[in-house]
């Protein structure tokens, strides 16, 4: 059974960090491209960071610079450490798994998904 579960979110003032975890089991973690999107009510789903089974990542334009994703695939589990955060970072968060290795950004094909975690940001 494929499991991804997110931990880490909570409340930061504007400024400041947090990093967000999301712990795989249930498949072959290190073959597959891992992201995270982020969701408010209302508005679509919006790809926030990604990274391929090789280790190349790629970020939204809103979070480049303030965003690092990575992976331990020893430990079968993704990051995002989140930096500079601003209120419009506030979202709840989710990690997704797809399937092709190496074609990993916010238009590939996700198969798996976690249940999120909420980051709120006041300013």
């Known amino acids: 059974q494929v499991q991804l579960v997110e931990s880490g979110g909570g409340s930061v003032q504007a400024g400041g960090s947090l990093r967000l975890s999301c712990a795989a089991s249930g498949y072959t973690y290190r073959n597959y491209c891992m992201g995270w999107f982020r969701q408010t009510p209302g508005e679509e789903r919006e790809g926030v960071a990604f990274?391929?089974?090789?280790?190349?990542?790629g970020f939204a334009d809103s979070v480049k610079g303030r965003f690092t994703i990575s992976r331990d695939n020893a430990k079968n589990t993704l990051y995002l450490q989140m930096n500079s955060l601003k209120p419009e970072d506030t979202a709840m968060y989710y990690c997704?798994?797809?399937?092709?290795?190496?074609?990993?950004?916010?238009?590939?094909?996700?198969?798996?998904w976690g249940q999120g975690t909420q980051v709120t940001v006041s300013s």
């Open positions: 997704a798994a797809g399937p092709l290795m190496l074609y990993c950004s916010g238009g590939s094909p996700f198969t798996y």
């Open positions: 990274i391929a089974s090789d280790g190349s990542t």
